[in-house]
């Protein structure tokens, strides 16, 4: 199933209300829809960094995707080691 929702693409909302069909992988950039590609990747950025007080903060424990515990101390170092060992225990999406 990952393979057909990264090139059919899954229906997506966010907060905003905006909605669009978003694709993954490689089938992101070859829909040539511009707007979907903005989308994501503001998505994605909201999602892994935040800016608070002027700094750039991000999720403590990777591992729990709903958490919202946020820190200004990291380095690309310790988060590339971070990711190294990524295997997170839950979904994003809180429970319905």
Known sequence: MH???CRFGLRVKNKRG???NAYGDGYLIKTGDKDN???VVEAVN???YQMKDGE???RVNLNDLQSKEISPNWTGIG???KLLVYQPKNSALPPA
């Open 3 to 5: 393979d057909e929702d």
């Open 18 to 20: 905006d909605k669009w």
């Open 37 to 39: 590609f903005q989308l």
């Open 46 to 48: 909201t999602s892994a």
């Open 56 to 58: 750039l903060q991000v």
């Open 79 to 81: 988060r590339l080691g």
